[in-house]
């Protein structure tokens, strides 16, 4: 079915429509939202979010126009929404740092990651000073405790624990915002 009968269908409410853009759509929509989100739950809400809107405002649907951009354009536009959104603290980081753990591998051998987004939180790991680097950096691969690490480096447990926490923040900071200007 072409994009043009596809939205002719979809704006009379059917059903079989759009289970077919959903499957033709709902993974391309989910990796990107992931490459921006870094969290799988956050993508998964974006996708649902997007299709629901597709639904909602079917009827408006112009036949002229690709499908594929105006639920794209809505995807972007949800996107820079959570992105922005940083008073409320959405942007979740859980799922990026078990992507640094593995920035010392080989990641040629793991399709599921993003080199993009792999290059990205690089990036905002090398923005930290050097002192946190080593922190966050042995902090991430979990071979250390928080005394270890000040036992190390020679450094109070607390400095350790502020040191860290700083450094979360600053990470997903600039990954924030990172994500916000490739989107735009």
Not at 104 to 117: C, L
Not at 129 to 143: M, W
Request: charged share 25%.
């Amino acid at each position: 079915m072409d994009d043009i009968a596809l939205t002719i269908q979809l704006k009379q409410g059917n059903q079989l429509a759009f289970t077919i853009l959903y499957n033709t759509y709902s993974e391309q929509a989910y990796r990107l939202a992931f490459k921006y989100l870094c969290n799988k739950e956050l993508a998964e809400d974006a996708v649902q979010n997007l299709f629901m809107k597709v639904w909602s405002k079917r009827v408006s649907l112009d036949e002229t126009r690709p499908l594929n951009h105006f639920l794209f354009t809505v995807l972007k536009n949800d996107l820079l929404h959570i992105l922005r959104d940083s008073k409320n603290n959405i942007f979740v980081l859980d799922d990026c740092l078990e992507l640094l753990e593995r920035i010392d591998g080989d990641i040629h051998d793991n399709e599921d990651i993003d080199k993009e987004q792999l290059d990205l939180i690089r990036h905002a790991v090398n923005q930290l000073s050097p002192q946190r680097r080593k922190i966050f950096s042995l902090k991430i691969t979990g071979k250390y405790s928080n005394q270890e690490i000040a036992e190390k480096l020679h450094l109070s447990v607390n400095t350790v624990k502020f040191q860290y926490s700083q450094s979360l923040k600053q990470i997903k900071e600039i990954i924030r915002q990172c994500a916000i200007l490739l989107l735009m």
